[in-house]
C-alpha cells in the first residue's frame, strides 16, 4: 500500500520516473492512496495546473493508475470549468472532488463514495460534456 499526500502534483511522475513507476511497483501495488496533489497524479494525463486561458487546464503525464482525470478542490476553488476542458480535450471522465470527498475505485470502476463527488462524462455525438452529482454517501 502507498499513500501520497498534497503538494505539487507535477513532482511525483518527474522523480520517481514513470517508467520505474509502471515497471517495478504498478504490477505489484494493491492499494494506493492520496490527498490532493497525490490523488491527481494517479491519472495519465494527469490535471498538472491551470492552463494559460482562463476556464483551461495544464496536462501531464501522471501515474497511470486510472483512466479518469480527477480534480481535487473541485467546488471550493471553482474548477468546474478547468475539469470540463481537461474532459473535452482528452475524451475521458472527470471525476471532480471536493474537500472531504472521497472516492473508492477498483480499476476503473467507482465501488464507493463520500461527499461531494461531480462525475463529468465525456460529449458524445448526441449531447455536450455534463457533469452528473454523485454526492450521495455510499459505502462499502
Known sequence: AIWVPGGDQRLLPERLGRDWWRREVLPHLRVYGGTSAGTM???D?????????PDTVELLPGLGMTRFLVDTHYRER???AR???GVARTGRPGIGLSEKAWIVLDGDRI???HGNVDLIRPATRSRAARPARASAARKS
Not at 45 to 53: K, L, N, Q, W
Request: net charge positive; hydrophobic share 45%; proline share 10%.
Open 41 to 43: 497524479a494517479a491519472c
Open 45 to 53: 494525463p494527469m490535471i498538472a495546473g491551470p492552463g494559460d486561458s
Open 111 to 113: 465501488v464507493a463514495r
Open 78 to 80: 471553482k474548477r468546474q
Open 83 to 85: 475539469l470540463a476542458d
